[in-house]
């Protein structure tokens, strides 16, 4: 696959910024960390302090350490991804260049489902893989579900394999688990989870966000050539993402379509987006929600181009030409025992799902 010169203009303009970007953010943080360092330890405490203050002290501490080093690692990760120097995924040309060994010649649509911030490698939490167990069930034969890509990486292996950090998210994992603490278990959680959100923050951005974004599609890619996929099929793709999912199926739908070859909708369920990529070339874009749902209620908030008063945003475009369609689910909220996982809602969520699958196929 032959890459246009605007292509690699695009390449090399997002090095630069990404370059400045790592040094600027680097900079900061070693100067924050000399800074708190200097006052939280070179200074006593008064000795009046009692053991919960220090306890919250240690815990904060934890934090704005912690959470910005994930944030430059993920940074630097995906940089040295883009600049060649870490090997997994092939280039766009060498990733379609023969013929599946597994092709499924009678699959008409591959859906791949990619998971919100709450996933920690390729295993779905119990509630998620009973809804994708029933989805799978219920699907007709002619399609293919996907599931177990890891979204929130770049590379091949999930957060516990990777050769620069494993150690680090190996112990995290133990202690979210095992711990007999609660208050360190959800620490734990809230770490990880922060890694997922600051991959969504990135992938909404219109300056770092496509690096992320192409090299997540490349990584769909190659996870669909393994389970069959072959363009010349003609099969179409179905991107369905739930909470911050949401995000990533928009920023690599327009990038899977160009390197597949084949068209792509969108499917999101309680999803959280910015409506910042380029989504006119797409067949479709479903929104499944929950009417007490805050949390995809909070990203119409967050992300000003969704704003029906910026009327020539990507999103409000993709809307004028009636590409986006919406689904109200009444009583749902985002997680937990009225989420779409949840006994109450899953059948429903499902049958949306399949509604939206089949009036597609009518049209």
């Known amino acids: 696959m032959a890459v246009s010169a605007p292509v690699r203009d695009l390449a090399k303009q997002q090095r630069r910024n990404l370059r400045g970007l790592i040094l600027m953010v680097v900079v900061t943080f070693i100067t924050a960390v000399i800074l708190v360092l200097h006052r939280a330890w070179m200074q006593p405490f008064d000795q009046g302090v009692d053991d919960l203050l220090w306890l919250l002290r240690d815990l904060l501490l934890a ?37 599946s060994s597994k092709s499924q010649a009678g699959v008409r649509r591959f859906v791949i489902y990619l998971d919100g911030i709450h996933q920690l490698e390729r295993d779905h939490p119990p509630r998620v893989s009973t809804f994708l167990e029933e989805l799978q069930s219920r699907l007709q034969q002619d399609h293919h579900l996907v599931r177990g890509l890891e979204t929130y990486t ?41 890694n997922n959100v600051i991959k969504v923050g990135i992938s909404s951005d219109r300056r770092y966000g496509p690096i992320l974004n192409y090299e997540l599609a490349l990584k769909i890619t190659l996870r669909l050539v393994e389970e069959g996929f072959d363009p010349a099929q003609g099969s179409e793709l179905v991107l369905l993402g739930y909470s911050g999912g949401g995000e990533m199926a928009m920023g690599v739908a327009d990038y899977l379509r160009r390197i597949c070859g084949v068209p792509v909708q969108i499917i999101t369920f309680c999803g959280v987006f910015s409506g910042n990529q380029w989504l006119l070339d797409l067949e479709r874009v479903t929104l499944i929600l929950g009417s007490v749902d805050p949390v995809a209620a909070l990203g119409q908030i967050a992300y000003p181009g969704r704003l029906a008063l910026l009327p020539f945003t990507k999103w409000n475009q993709a809307r004028r030409r009636g590409l986006v369609q919406r689904s109200m689910i009444h009583g749902m909220t985002h997680n937990g025992s009225r989420g779409p996982f949840s006994e109450r809602y899953r059948s429903q969520v499902i049958g949306r799902i399949l509604q939206v699958l089949d009036q597609q196929q009518r049209t």
């Open 63 to 99: 934090l704005l350490f912690i959470i910005p080093i994930a944030g430059i690692y993920s940074l630097v990760n995906q940089f040295a991804f883009w600049e060649g120097w870490l090997a997994g995924i092939p280039e766009p040309s060498e990733v379609l260049a023969g013929p």
């Open 154 to 194: 770049v590379l091949q292996v999930g957060l516990a394999d990777d050769h620069g950090s494993a150690w680090f998210w190996r112990r995290l994992f133990a202690l979210q688990e095992h711990h007999p603490n609660a208050l360190i278990a959800l620490l734990a959680s809230v770490l990880v989870q922060a």
